[in-house]
């Protein structure tokens, strides 16, 4: 007679389902971004361009191994909840190196942002190392996972280097928007009048795509300790990897807002042009008191307002 397996499909199959729809979405919007991104920028550095079909790639790899998992959960092994959590779904494992790719990946970039910023090799170089530790932990839970035939196994030898990967990657993304926040506010400090707009305007983009990922790391990361016995944690880390993703496609395809904002902001601190009234007892001046004759006198204006 089989054993009785207490399932609760709610905080297990369904947490997951979840993740993994939420997951499939936001990867809908990372293509979008990804075709945007292309279609706007075509003269970007091939490095960067590079960068970003790369990280799509270990997205639709993501994607794919997410996928294969709640297959095998709620199709090949329908009917049989013992196994749920009996054997470990290798495709997560190998989900867990694609995450750690896309991590290492964009966290890399904004180290690279940082120090343009900066001029200071210290805090990117932090980031670079701890991306990298992120990406070897998840190398070695996939070699783990691999080498136990259960979950009970894979998560008592190698359950650390998991803890050690989602507690650096949380804390590297706390890092990177403390100190790209920081330095916006020192660049605000002597920007002109009319770029203090746009500063402010990438502070509060920074804040939001950080806070984003690094709250679905801490997320994943307290349900992961906290709660054992279901698979809520796996919704956050299905959608987790797409948080990355999509902050660096925001962070390039924003460029064409803050330039928009920035031409906007340039054609309002024009002077406006001299007006007259006229009185039908005398004769309108042959020429206005100003005139612009060329480009450049319009451009010695504008400086002269800023």
Aim: proline share 4%; glycine share 6%.
């Amino acid at each position: 007679m089989e054993p009785v397996v207490s399932l609760n499909p709610g905080t297990t199959l369904g947490a997951y389902q979840i993740g993994v729809l939420v997951s499939y979405m936001l990867f809908g919007v990372t293509t979008a971004q990804m075709y945007i991104y292309y279609t706007r920028f075509p003269k970007d550095s091939i490095q960067l361009r590079v960068l970003v079909a790369f990280v799509w790639a270990c997205e639709l790899a993501h994607t794919l191994c997410v996928g294969y998992g709640l297959y095998v959960w709620t199709i090949s092994e329908y009917r049989h909840p013992e196994l749920i959590f009996g054997h470990y779904n290798t495709s997560l494992a190998v989900a867990v190196v694609f995450s750690g790719l896309i991590g290492a990946s964009v966290q890399g970039f904004f180290s690279l942002r940082i120090y343009f910023l900066s001029r200071k090799v210290y805090i990117p170089l932090f980031i670079c190392i701890m991306s990298f530790w992120r990406l070897l932990s998840s190398i070695l839970v996939l070699t783990g996972t691999l080498q136990s035939s259960t979950v009970e196994g894979a998560e008592g030898q190698w359950g650390w280097a998991l803890l050690a990967s989602w507690s650096v990657s949380a804390a590297n993304d706390l890092a990177i928007t403390v100190a790209l926040v920081t330095i916006l506010i020192r660049q605000r400090t002597y920007a002109q009048k009319r770029t203090v707009v746009l500063v402010d305007k990438l502070i509060a983009w920074t804040i939001e795509t950080g806070m984003l990922t690094s709250a679905c790391g801490i997320l994943m990361l307290i349900c992961f300790v906290t709660m054992r016995n279901n698979y809520i944690f796996l919704a956050f880390f299905a959608v987790e990897a797409r948080m990355f993703s999509n902050s660096l496609l925001a962070s390039l395809n924003s460029r064409e807002t803050l330039r928009a904002m920035n031409e906007v902001s340039v054609s309002i601190s024009l002077p406006p042009l001299p007006t007259f009234e006229f009185s039908s007892n005398i004769a309108p001046p042959t020429k206005p008191a100003l005139t612009i004759s060329n480009t450049s006198q319009c451009d010695e204006v504008v400086h002269e307002d800023v």
